[in-house]
């Protein structure tokens, strides 16, 4: 059913889609092998995983956890951890951001928590250390539109460094901790007063999106695959 989404993980979590996002064969994979100038294997979704496409225009499509509670796997705080994804950005975004993943609502003063974004042609993580203040970390490469790239935010001990195709850049390096909120998570979206904001809908295609809390998985360069 390309419209039932569920969590691999061991976690198992409960998501509840909202709009119309939808998934399909879509993926890295295919393009990664035709690159290369190889034949490859008929879409399984087992083995290569295909991918989610949000609208991102007059669509409010996003997917939701119900995970509320201060107590969440998603609530970041001071821990080591490791966002990463797969994205095929549809367009430049101009000045506004777009959403991957978040645990922020600009509704109130302990709403905010975090949130991965794609601003213009930039990945970014904007995070709150009191529910209300914005504190924003930027890799000033650019992200390509119209293409599959592979993302990953990690952070080990101090530092924060982003990865672009594998390829690392620090993009801060002092702790900090993020505001445990009880917001809850969202893909594709950030919620402003309860609802989703507009201007931060994600229009693209998501493949194996992953958060990994306690473990830096990357610490020097590395091949996606």
Request: aromatic share 12%; with cysteine; proline share 3%.
């Amino acid at each position: 059913n390309n419209s039932t989404f569920t969590d691999s993980s061991s976690s198992n979590h409960t998501i509840t889609a909202s709009g119309s996002p939808t998934q399909g064969s879509f993926s890295p994979y295919r393009a990664s092998a035709i690159s290369a100038g190889s034949d490859f294997a008929e879409y399984n979704p087992t083995t290569h995983g295909g991918s989610i496409f949000f609208d991102g225009g007059n669509s409010s499509d996003y997917l939701e956890l119900n995970d509320g509670t201060t107590g969440s796997d998603f609530n970041l705080s001071n821990a080591t951890w490791t966002l990463e994804t797969w994205l095929y950005k549809k367009q430049a975004t101009g000045s506004r951001p777009e959403s991957i993943i978040a645990r922020w609502d600009n509704s109130n003063s302990t709403a905010k928590g975090w949130s991965w974004q794609i601003y213009g042609d930039n990945s970014r993580l904007i995070w709150s250390s009191d529910g209300s203040s914005n504190t924003i970390y930027t890799d000033t490469r650019t992200v390509p539109s119209n293409a599959w790239v592979h993302l990953a935010l990690v952070k080990n001990g101090s530092t924060l460094t982003s990865y672009i195709s594998g390829v690392g850049s620090a993009i801060h390096s002092s702790d900090f901790t993020i505001y445990s909120t009880t917001t809850k998570t969202r893909i594709g979206c950030v919620f402003a007063s309860g609802a989703v904001s507009e201007t931060t809908r994600l229009r693209g295609n998501l493949s194996n999106l992953r958060v990994v809390k306690g473990t830096a998985v990357y610490t020097s360069d590395f091949t996606p695959s």
